[in-house]
C-alpha cells in the first residue's frame, strides 16, 4: 500500500513533468521540425556560381509574388532607448528589440509593407499604379506619394539599379567575378549550404572583413535556393555567437497574396497628406542603420561638412556635429521620441578619450562606434574606438 | 464480532485490547496498520488496526489530539495514509472512493459552509458535488434531510445567520442528504446544547435502526457510552482497546461484597455457588457476581445462616476503565 | 426509512441510554439493546436496496449520467460564482469602465496629444470597446480573473467547503476540471461584460458606422461586430491560461488571499519583465505580452499568425499549470 502511494505521487508529478517537456519540446523542435520538412539539400554551389544565378535571375524574371513575415532583431548593445510610449510601431523602435515586419508583394510594382505596434500601424503600401501611401494609424494620417513613372516597376528599377552600378557587365557570370574580384581586397566570401529559413532551403553567403579595425566578425546573407530572394541577413559583432542585429523571414510563401492588399483608400477621418514625388523615399521608415537614424537631423544640417576616412569595413565617417543644434531640432521626422534626450542618455554611458587632436566621448556599441569631440566633430563607423581615435588625429 | 450475551460466558476475559479481526464483508471499516506521519515527524496515528462491524453505532473514542480526526480523514481518502491500508465498506481506498463515498454521510471537524447561501442551496451544492445523486430529487432529498434535524424552517436562511447549533444540524442534514449505508460524525454534538445533544443521539440511534453503520467519534465518554455499541480508543495515535461495550466489560465484571462477622462461612457459599475470585476479608467477603442473580445470591447466605450486615454489587464504570486505557482522564462533564 | 423501525428505535433508546445502570439489570438491558442494533441490522439489507433506487442512479447508466454530473455540478460552481457579491462587484466595475471612458471622451473631447484610437472612439461608437479591453485587458481583467482563480480551492480549503466536497465525492480530478471551466466562463464573462458595456455604451453616445482598422482598412459594421466577437474570445481564451495559473497557484495553499495575491503578483512581474528591452528575448514566452495581441483581430487581414500563436502560448501555459495543478492537488493532503 505504501508503495502503491508512493507510485501514484510519482505518477502524478510525472503529469506536470510531461507537460512541461511537450511545451518545451515544442518550442525547441518547432524550428528543427520546419528545418526537416524543408526542401531536400541544394546543389553544392561556389560563390561565383552562386552569385550568377542571382544576377541571372534578377535580369530575367520578375521577383516573385510573395508574403511574409520579416522579423528585425537589433541588440546592438545600445543603452536601452527612453522611447516614449505608444511609439512601439515608429521605426525609431527598431533600434532595440525586436520587431515584426509584414510583408506583401504582388509583382508589377505591388508591395505593402505593415508595421504592427501595439493597438497601432504603420503601412506602406504601393499599388503599382503611381501611388503609394504611408499610413500612421497612432496619428491617424495617411501620406499619399505619387511615383515618378520610372520607378513604378521593381523589376525595371533594380535591372536598372544593377547596370548603372556596373554597366560593362554583360554576362551574370561576369558580374559575379567582378564583384568577386572588388570583394576579394577586403572581403573573403564564402558559401553555406543546407540552411533552412522559414522553411525554406536556403544558400547563405558569409562575408568576413579582412580589415583587423572591423567590430564585424561577418555579415551573412541568406538567398531562397529557389528563387534566389534574400531571406536573412545577419550581422555578428565580434566575439558575438548571436547576431548583433538580424533581419529575415520567419515564414514566407511565394503564392500570389489577395489584392486587398494592395489596395488604399484614405479612412473617413484621417488627415491626408501629399507628398511631392521627389521626396518620396518609401522605404526612409525603415532605415536601418542605427548611427544615421541618430544624427539625421543634424548631419542633414551640416552635410556639407561630412567625409570619410579609410575604406571598405574600416571606413569612417565624419560629420561636423554639436549637441546644442540637436537640442533645436525639438521633434524627430516622425514624431518618434526626442532625439536630444535620447542622444543624452546615450551620452551617459560614454566613455571620455582624448589625443593630440583634443577629447572627446566615446560610445561604443557592438557593431559601431561613435566619437563626438568637444570641437564639434562626430565620427562613426564599425571600427574599434581606436581606429575612431586614429581618424581624428589624422585631421 | 463476537455478540457478548451477558450470560456469564465471558466471565473471566481479560479486557479486550486485541484487535478484532473480522472478515471485510462483515465490516462497514477495516483499517490495517494504517499509519499517517506528517511532514515533519509528527506520527498522529500509528499502526491503526480497526474493525468497524456492519450495524453497529461505533464509538471512536479518545482524548484530543489523540488522531481521531486523522483517522477519518485518511476513512475519507482526504489524506493518504504514510503507510498501511483501510477499505470502507468493502472497497480498498483510495481506489473505492468514488463508489464508497455516495453511500457515505460524513460530517469531518464540524460544519463547513459557504456563508453566502441559505441552508438549502448549500445542501443542494454538497448533493451536486455527488456524481451519483439523482438531480430530479434533490430538492425533496435536501428538503427530507433538513427536517429530519429539525432545520426544516430555517432552510431559506441564510447560512451565516445560523447559531452554533444550526450549523452543527446543518452539517448533519448534509451527511444525510442520500441513502446512507454509513454515517462518519466527527464529534456531531460540539456546541450543541444539552437538548440538541439528546435529539443528535435519537437521531444516530434512529439512523442505526435502518441498518446503517454509524462511526461517531468523541471525546466525550458519556455520549460514546449511551449510544454504541462498539468502541475503539484512541491514545497519542494508537488504538488501545476495540469491542463491542460488554466485550470491554467483561473484565470488569460487577462484583458482590457481603459485610458479615463470619467471612469464612459467607465465602465458603459464595464457593458453592460458583463465584469466582472469591477474596475473604476480615469482616467482609467479595467476589465476582458473574451471571448470577444478586438476590438469589443473598437468599443462599441468609438461607445458610450467615449473618448479612451489608449487601452490595459494585459496578465499575467504563469512565474507570478508559482512564485505565488510556492514562488520562476524559472531560466527562458533556 | 421505515417509520416502524423508527417507532422501534424510540421506544428502546431511552432504556438503554437514559435509564441509569442499576445492579441486576444492566447487563440485560444491554443485551438487549444489542439484540435490538442486530435484528435492525438484519434489515439493513431491504433499506440498502431502497436507497439504491431511491437517490442514486443505477450504474447502468453512467457514462451519460456521468456526464450530465459534471454539467450539474458545473452549474452549481457557476451559480456559486455568479452569486457571489464580491464577483457580482467585479464584473459590475469592471462594466462601468466602458462607461466612464465613454462619458470622459463625451466630456473632454480630445486634443492632438491623445491617440487615434481615443479620437476614432468620438467617431465611432464601436472603437469604444476595443479601447476598453485594450485598456483592462493588462491589469483589470487579469485581477479579475485572478481573484476569482486564486480563490477557487484555496477559499473552498480555507472556508472548510472543500472536504466535504471531496467526501461528497466530487473527485479531485473531476472537481479540479469544473473549477478550471468555471474560471474559463468567469473569464469569457469578465470579457464579455467589458465588450458589451462597451458596445452599448459607444451605441448610446456616440456615432456608429463602417470601422476603420489598424491597417487603414474601412470594413461595414458588421465585419466590426464580428471582429468585437474575436476580441472578445481571444481575450477571454487569455484570461482561461491565466486563470489555470492562479487555479496552480491555488492548490498550493489554504489561504486564498495569498493565491489571490500570488497570481496578481506574477502576472505583474511579468508585465515588468516584459518592459525591460534587455530581457526582449524572454517576452515571447510570457502570458501577458500576447494578451493585448488581440489587436490583431483589428488588422486587415487579420493577423491569424501572430493570435495562433498566442492562442498557442495560451494552451501551453493552461497546459502546464493545468498538469501543476492536478499532480498538486490530486495527491494533497487536505487537512483544512
Redesign the interface.
Known amino acids: 500500500m505504501q508503495s502503491t502511494w508512493r507510485r501514484a505521487r510519482a505518477v502524478r508529478w510525472a503529469v506536470p513533468v510531461a507537460a512541461f517537456v511537450v511545451v518545451g519540446a515544442a518550442v525547441g523542435a518547432g524550428p528543427v521540425i520546419a528545418a526537416v520538412q524543408g526542401d531536400p539539400a541544394l546543389p553544392d554551389r561556389t560563390a561565383a556560381q552562386l552569385l550568377a544565378e542571382v544576377a541571372k535571375t534578377a535580369q530575367h524574371q520578375q521577383p516573385p509574388a510573395m508574403s511574409g513575415t520579416v522579423v528585425e532583431t537589433a541588440s546592438l548593445g545600445l543603452p536601452s532607448l527612453p522611447l516614449p510610449s505608444g511609439t512601439s510601431s515608429s521605426p525609431l523602435s527598431l533600434l532595440s528589440g525586436s520587431h515584426t515586419l509584414k510583408v506583401w508583394y504582388g509583382g508589377d510594382g505591388r508591395l505593402r509593407l505593415a508595421l504592427p505596434g501595439q493597438m497601432s500601424e504603420t503601412d506602406v503600401i504601393s499599388d503599382g499604379k503611381g501611388s503609394a501611401w504611408l499610413w500612421e494609424s497612432a496619428t491617424n494620417t495617411v501620406t499619399r506619394f505619387t511615383l515618378p513613372e520610372g520607378v513604378k516597376g521593381d523589376k525595371g528599377k533594380e535591372a536598372e539599379a544593377a547596370h548603372t552600378a556596373l554597366p560593362t557587365a554583360t554576362t551574370p557570370q561576369d558580374l559575379a567575378d567582378r564583384l568577386l574580384k572588388a570583394a576579394d581586397e577586403s572581403t573573403a566570401v564564402t558559401v553555406e549550404n543546407g540552411q533552412h529559413i522559414a522553411g525554406r532551403a536556403a544558400y547563405q553567403l558569409v562575408l568576413t572583413p579582412k580589415d583587423s579595425t572591423s567590430l564585424v566578425d561577418r555579415v551573412t546573407l541568406a538567398l531562397d535556393g529557389e528563387t534566389y530572394i534574400p531571406l536573412r541577413v545577419q550581422i555578428f559583432a565580434k566575439g558575438a555567437a548571436e547576431p548583433a542585429f538580424e533581419v529575415g523571414f520567419t515564414q514566407v510563401s511565394f503564392s500570389a497574396p489577395a489584392p486587398e492588399n494592395f489596395a488604399f483608400t484614405p479612412p473617413a477621418g484621417a488627415k491626408v497628406k501629399e507628398q511631392k514625388p521627389e521626396a518620396a523615399k518609401p522605404g526612409e521608415p525603415w532605415s536601418k542603420d542605427g548611427a544615421a537614424g541618430h544624427a539625421a537631423p543634424g548631419a542633414e544640417a551640416a552635410r556639407a561638412g561630412a567625409r570619410t576616412h579609410g575604406s571598405g569595413w574600416g571606413t569612417v565617417a565624419e560629420v561636423p556635429f554639436s549637441l546644442a543644434d540637436l537640442s533645436k531640432q525639438q521633434n524627430g521626422p516622425r514624431g518618434g521620441g526626442d532625439p536630444a534626450q535620447m542622444i543624452e542618455s546615450v551620452l551617459k554611458s560614454a566613455k571620455q578619450v582624448s589625443g593630440t587632436w583634443g577629447s572627446g566621448k566615446v560610445i561604443t556599441t557592438k557593431l559601431v562606434s561613435v566619437l563626438l569631440t568637444d570641437d564639434g566633430r562626430l565620427f562613426a563607423g564599425a571600427v574599434t574606438p581606436e581606429a575612431l581615435v586614429q581618424a581624428a588625429g589624422r585631421k | 464480532m463476537t455478540t457478548i450475551t451477558g450470560e456469564g460466558a465471558h466471565e473471566a476475559a481479560p479486557p479486550r485490547v486485541t484487535h478484532t479481526e473480522a472478515s471485510p464483508g462483515d465490516c462497514s471499516i477495516v483499517a490495517r496498520g494504517l499509519t499517517k506521519r506528517f511532514r515533519g515527524g509528527q506520527v498522529a496515528v500509528d499502526d491503526l488496526h480497526l474493525s468497524v462491524p456492519r450495524g453497529s453505532v461505533f464509538g471512536f473514542l479518545g482524548p484530543n489530539g489523540s488522531g481521531k480526526t486523522t483517522t477519518i480523514r485518511m476513512l475519507l481518502g482526504l489524506i493518504s495514509p504514510t503507510s498501511g491500508a483501510c477499505e470502507v465498506l468493502g472497497r480498498p481506498m483510495p481506489g473505492g472512493l468514488a463508489s464508497a463515498l455516495p453511500k457515505v454521510g460524513a460530517v469531518v471537524e464540524g460544519p463547513a459552509f459557504y456563508p453566502y447561501l441559505s441552508g438549502q442551496a448549500n445542501l443542494l451544492r454538497y448533493d451536486a458535488a455527488d456524481p451519483k445523486a439523482d438531480p430530479r430529487t434533490a430538492r425533496q432529498r435536501v428538503g427530507a434531510a433538513l427536517d429530519r434535524v429539525g432545520l426544516g424552517a430555517a432552510a431559506g436562511k441564510r447560512y451565516r445567520a445560523y447559531s452554533l447549533g444550526m450549523r452543527q444540524r446543518l452539517a448533519i442534514a448534509g451527511a444525510l442528504l442520500g441513502p446512507r449505508e454509513l454515517l462518519v460524525l466527527d464529534e456531531p454534538t460540539n456546541g450543541l446544547d444539552p437538548q440538541g445533544t439528546r435529539e443528535v443521539r435519537s437521531l444516530i440511534k434512529e439512523i442505526a435502526s435502518d441498518g446503517t453503520t454509524v462511526f461517531v467519534s468523541s471525546h466525550l465518554l458519556a455520549e460514546v457510552e449511551q449510544m454504541c455499541t462498539d468502541i475503539g480508543v484512541m491514545r497519542t495515535g494508537r488504538l488501545v482497546a476495540q469491542g463491542t461495550i460488554a466485550e470491554l466489560r467483561a473484565g470488569h465484571e460487577p462484583r458482590v461484597r457481603v459485610e458479615t462477622p463470619h467471612p469464612a462461612q459467607a465465602a465458603s457459599v459464595l464457593n458453592r455457588l460458583g463465584l469466582a475470585r472469591v477474596r475473604t476479608g476480615e469482616d467482609d467477603v467479595e467476589a465476582e457476581l458473574g451471571g448470577h442473580a444478586p438476590e438469589v445470591v443473598c437468599a443462599e447466605l441468609v438461607g445458610d445462616g450467615v449473618a448479612v450486615r451489608g449487601f452490595t454489587v459494585v459496578r465499575p464504570s467504563l469512565e474507570e476503565l478508559f482512564v485505565g486505557l488510556t492514562g488520562e482522564g476524559f472531560d466527562v462533564d458533556g | 426509512?421505515?417509520t416502524v423501525?423508527?417507532e422501534?428505535?424510540?421506544s428502546s433508546?431511552p432504556t438503554?441510554?437514559?435509564t441509569p445502570?442499576e445492579?441486576?439489570t444492566?447487563?440485560?438491558t444491554?443485551?438487549a439493546?444489542?439484540g435490538?442494533?442486530?435484528v435492525?441490522?438484519?434489515?439493513?439489507?431491504?433499506?440498502?436496496a431502497?436507497?439504491?433506487g431511491?437517490?442514486?442512479?443505477d450504474r447502468s447508466d453512467a457514462s451519460p449520467?456521468?456526464a450530465?454530473?459534471?454539467l450539474?455540478?458545473v452549474?452549481?460552481e457557476l451559480g456559486?460564482t455568479f452569486?457571489?457579491?464580491r464577483n457580482i462587484a467585479m464584473l459590475i466595475l469592471l462594466a462601468c469602465v466602458p462607461v466612464v471612458i465613454g462619458v470622459a471622451l463625451k466630456a473632454f473631447g480630445s486634443d492632438e496629444e491623445t491617440?487615434?484610437?481615443v479620437?476614432?472612439v468620438a467617431?465611432n461608437g464601436l472603437m469604444l470597446t476595443?479601447l476598453s479591453l485594450?485598456m483592462l485587458v493588462q491589469l483589470l481583467l487579469p485581477l479579475a480573473v485572478g481573484v476569482v482563480a486564486g480563490d477557487s480551492i484555496a477559499g473552498e480549503a480555507n472556508?472548510?467547503?472543500l472536504?466535504?466536497?471531496?467526501?461528497?465525492?466530487?473527485?479531485r480530478t473531476?472537481?479540479l476540471a469544473v473549477k478550471a471551466v468555471n474560471i474559463g466562463v468567469f473569464g469569457l464573462a469578465a470579457c464579455a461584460v467589458v465588450a458589451v458595456s462597451g458596445l452599448i455604451t459607444g451605441l448610446v453616445m456616440f456615432p456608429v458606422g463602417?470601422v476603420?482598422l489598424?491597417?487603414?482598412?474601412?470594413v461595414p459594421i458588421m465585419d466590426g461586430v464580428l471582429r468585437v466577437l474575436i476580441v472578445t474570445g481571444y481575450s477571454a481564451v487569455g484570461m482561461a491560461a491565466l486563470g489555470l495559473v492562479g487555479l496552480a497557484v491555488s492548490t498550493l495553499t489554504e489561504v486564498p488571499i495569498g493565491a489571490v495575491a500570488a497570481t496578481v503578483v506574477t502576472v505583474v512581474f511579468s508585465q515588468v519583465i516584459g518592459a525591460?528591452?534587455?530581457l526582449?528575448?524572454v517576452?515571447p514566452?510570457l502570458l501577458t505580452t500576447w494578451w493585448?495581441s488581440f489587436?490583431?483581430a483589428?488588422?486587415?487581414?487579420i493577423?491569424t499568425?501572430?493570435m495562433g500563436q498566442g492562442l498557442l502560448v495560451f494552451a501551453?501555459y493552461a497546459?502546464?499549470f493545468?498538469?501543476?495543478a492536478?499532480?498538486r492537488f490530486?495527491?494533497r493532503?487536505?487537512?483544512s
Not at chain 3, 435492525?40 to 440498502?48: H, I, L, P, T, Y
Not at chain 3, 431511491?54 to 442512479?57: C, I, L, N, V, W
Not at chain 3, 472536504?163 to 473527485?171: C, F, I
Request: glycine content about 16%; hydrophobic content about 35%; cysteine-free.
Open positions: 426509512m421505515s423501525e423508527t422501534n428505535s424510540t433508546a438503554a441510554a437514559d445502570p445492579p441486576g444492566g447487563t440485560a444491554r443485551g439493546a444489542i435490538d442494533a442486530s435492525a441490522g438484519g434489515a439493513r439489507s431491504g433499506a440498502v431502497r436507497a439504491a431511491a437517490g442514486h442512479r449520467g456521468a450530465r454530473a459534471v450539474r455540478l452549474g452549481s456559486l452569486r457571489r457579491p491617440p487615434a484610437i479620437t476614432q467617431g476595443f485594450s472556508a472548510g467547503t472536504r466535504y466536497l471531496l467526501t461528497a465525492p466530487a473527485g473531476r472537481l463602417p476603420t489598424l491597417s487603414g482598412t474601412t525591460i528591452p534587455q526582449g528575448p517576452r514566452y493585448s489587436d490583431g483589428l488588422r486587415d487581414p493577423a499568425d501572430v501551453a497546459l502546464v493545468g498538469a501543476i492536478w499532480g490530486s495527491g493532503d487536505i487537512t
